[in-house]
């Protein structure tokens, strides 16, 4: 740990050193060879790795920039007070600084490799994958500040806040999760090449369940009809990444949706829950169902489960089972069966 940590524990979890020395190479040669930087060199070659070299350092410059914009940043203002105007700030600060370091560092890259010309192109797709991988990183340490600040000033009691805080993180951990990140970004990468349309598509969909994640996360109750919304904008991304092979079927809009509540980021959990745990294929689809009964809203899916369980199995559920008990009264009713597998959620 640093002096700087020392001085200001706030910023204990922006120095992190397992970060530096893993996360940052590794994102640095990611995302260089999967946008071509490397231009077909072999690892054998000796320019290989000299180029190695030099994608880390522009992953580490990017990276350490980032990181003094986001001290600097630390509680002002506050997430809670003004969550608006935080997140434009850090937006703002990230993307541009990400943008001008990229861009700069690759011109820099093209010139020693004796490109004749700035390959504009791979310098905009790399550049657009670099901005994609800093909105997921920020994300995740904002939210794991978030935690930290509310364990602090809570002490060691469980509160609401802090049941929320954890099931918040438990519904990013398909977004957070390493995996999902570079799923993604082969997903936008691919899509770049082959229908560009459908690569914005994607994109702004990403933005905005990361948007709703963070100006709901914080709040007691949502209405039906917005996280009917949001399920379906989750799971227009699962269908742009796994194709045929998820079938959701969820109720029409009705205005008295309006009128009925539930935790946020509830049924996004079931659905995520699903998928993870599941096999299916464009040729056997899983089927997931989700339908209003009295004031409970009912997911349920069809049982393939994986031959190896998936990690983190059955967490996303105890954290919305702890929301809803604080919340709403009574708790999920689980409803395991031979072929199917349901969740019940209470509706205020």
Known sequence: MTAESNANPDLIHLDDRRVRLLLVPVLGIAIAGATGLYRGVQ??????WIATAYFILVSFLIWEGN??????????????????LRLTLLGLTSFSWTVFASVTLLLIWQRLSGLPAPDWKTIETTTFVTVLSVAFIVHSYETAYLIRQRRRDRGAHFTLQQAKARAELAALNAQVDPHFVFNSLNTIIELNDENPALATEFTLTLAEVYRYVVLHGNRDLVSLAEEFA??????????????????????????????????????????ENAVKHNRFTDAAPI???VELKGRTVIVTNEKRPLSKPARGAGTGLTNLDQRCKLICGPGIEIRDGDETFAVVVPLL
């Open 230 to 271: 949001f399920l379906e904008k989750y799971a227009s991304l699962l269908r742009t990444r796994f194709g045929d092979g998820i079938r959701l079927r969820a109720p029409a809009p009705a205005p008295h949706h309006k009128d009925l509540r539930v935790p946020p980021v509830s049924l996004q959990i079931l659905l």
């Open 287 to 289: 089927r997931i169902e």
């Open 67 to 84: 990181r003094q914009f986001w001290a600097r940043l630390r509680g002002k203002p506050d997430w809670l007070d003004r969550p608006l």
């Open 43 to 48: 690892p054998l070659a000796p320019f290989f």
